[in-house]
């Protein structure tokens, strides 16, 4: 029988869908702290197939989700397209920025799928270990929001390096874009070809961008990766995740040819079962806040996402990541309470 996440991504409404969180291994779990202790730096971690393979399992272990998340991080892809990448503890990422076409040159014309040979020997591991029922999922992420890290340096605000340059140098910018669309290309056809069920695209700033930019930097570049993915893997699904798209999250699905569409958590649930699910099906989009909170306010969020979202193909997810302070009895709460009619 096909795996759950798999049959939802192929349009049916199952009585109980399936269950994943986006940052599902990480530092809310005990098992998760004492790996990463040992890894020394995070890219360490991501490129130690034993240790990355060890923490995607983790959270199947403990809660029996019914996908597993390859463990890595959007940044990979330009640290193999020969940018520096590093983690500074508490601060996040930091990278040698890129303001502007010039710095193009520092780039390799094509990413470095050696240097990424650990992930693909991760996704084989954790591919042999995992329960028949349970979905292996790959990520990468989307042009626009790997570029705001790669033109800024970092994470900001508003992401207003990028979006700058984008303005003043469309073409310039475009170079970018285009180079990163070949490499999410590569990267995640080698992943699919690791063994991975799915593919997920994390555009997780898409929402600082305006209409029309919105278009051309978030929607069009996935919609090329998504097009190649077709062409030459198509027993893959594909998940596309436009964080804060707003109104244009119909035009989103619409038009990029993703299999679902996941949501954020500012979403109306029943504008998304009326406008979204006929069109795509759905993941999300629980506020990860309100699983931090936990008790009444926990149960009628999961509760409400159920109601609005449950009559159509609906992967059960937060609106963006696990964060670390989540209590781990508010997870097993949550589980519960989506399966309870198990």
Not at 15 to 38: D, I, N, S
Request: aromatic fraction near 8%; include cysteine; proline fraction near 8%.
């Amino acid at each position: 029988m096909q795996k759950p996440l798999l049959r939802v991504l192929n349009g049916e409404t199952l009585a109980v869908p399936p269950v994943w969180m986006m940052r599902q291994a990480g530092r809310y779990l005990p098992e998760y702290r004492e790996v990463r202790a040992k890894a020394g730096s995070f890219l360490e971690l991501c490129y130690t197939p034993d240790l990355a393979a060890e923490v995607t399992l983790q959270p199947i272990r403990r809660f029996g989700f019914d996908a597993a998340i390859l463990f890595s991080d959007i940044l990979v892809v330009p640290d193999a397209l020969g940018q520096a990448v590093r983690f500074e503890e508490g601060e996040g990422p930091r990278l040698n920025p890129i303001p502007d076409a010039r710095g193009l040159r520092r780039l390799h014309e094509r990413i470095d799928l050696d240097r990424l040979g650990p992930v693909f020997e991760t996704i084989r591991r954790v591919k042999g270990e995992l329960p028949g029922d349970v979905a292996l999922l790959g990520f990468c992420g989307a042009p626009w929001t790997v570029a705001t890290y790669m033109v800024a340096g970092r994470g900001t605000p508003d992401q207003a390096p990028a979006r700058l340059w984008a303005y003043r140098d469309p073409d310039g910018f475009e170079e970018l874009i285009d180079r990163l669309v070949d490499a999410s290309c590569a990267y995640l056809g080698a992943q699919i070809e690791a063994g991975v069920d799915a593919v997920q695209i994390f555009d997780s700033w898409a929402g600082t961008l305006a209409p029309d930019e919105f278009r051309r930097w978030a929607m069009d570049p996935v919609a090329r990766i998504v097009a190649y993915l077709r062409e030459h893997h198509p027993q893959a699904g594909i998940i596309g995740f436009p964080r804060g798209a707003g109104t244009l999250y119909e035009t989103y699905a619409r038009h990029v040819g993703v299999d679902a569409i996941g949501l954020d958590w500012s979403v109306d649930w029943a504008w998304a079962g009326q406008v979204l699910q006929p069109v795509k099906p759905v993941q999300g989009n629980l506020d990860p806040l309100v699983l931090v909170a936990g008790g009444p306010a926990l149960d009628a969020a999961v509760d409400g996402i159920l109601a609005g979202l449950g009559k159509g193909p609906l992967i059960f997810n937060l609106g963006h990541g696990i964060t670390p302070e989540t209590p781990i009895a508010h997870v097993e709460r949550m589980l519960a309470r989506v399966r309870k009619a198990r």
